[in-house]
């Protein structure tokens, strides 16, 4: 059963730093492209940052400059680190295991997510 864990989240003051990390198993974990989503109260789902199966990254405009998506494929793991954090940036983290046809999501993963909360 694949499984994809999140952990790292946690409530940290603003300008403060968090990393999350995000566990995959039963997957062949380089073969696909990784996402962080968030999804704050009363607010849609948004992506993050991206890394694909080759190391490529994108980011929101929101997070540039502030966050770095990562990945170790040899520990089936993707990371993101968060600093100076913002009262903005609250909401529930989740982690997307996915491969890609065109458009179309042929697998795809994700994780139950883990809450940050940025607050003094």
């Known amino acids: 059963q694949v499984q994809l864990v999140e952990s790292g989240g946690g409530l940290v003051q603003p300008g403060g730093s968090l990393r999350l990390s995000c566990a995959a198993s039963?997957?062949?974990?380089?073969?696909?492209?990784l996402g962080w989503y968030r999804q704050a109260p009363g607010k849609q789902r948004e992506l993050v940052a991206l890394i694909s199966s080759s190391g490529d990254t994108n980011y929101t405009d929101s997070v540039k400059g502030r966050f770095t998506i990562s990945r170790d494929n040899a520990k089936n793991t993707v990371y993101l680190q968060m600093n100076n954090l913002k009262s903005e940036d609250t909401a529930v983290y989740s982690c997307?295991?996915?491969?890609?046809?065109?458009?179309?999501?042929?697998?795809?993963?994700w994780g139950q997510g883990t809450r940050v909360t940025v607050s003094s």
């Open positions: 997307n295991a996915v491969i890609r046809v065109g458009e179309t999501r042929i697998y795809d993963y």
């Open positions: 039963q997957i062949a974990f380089s073969t696909y492209d």
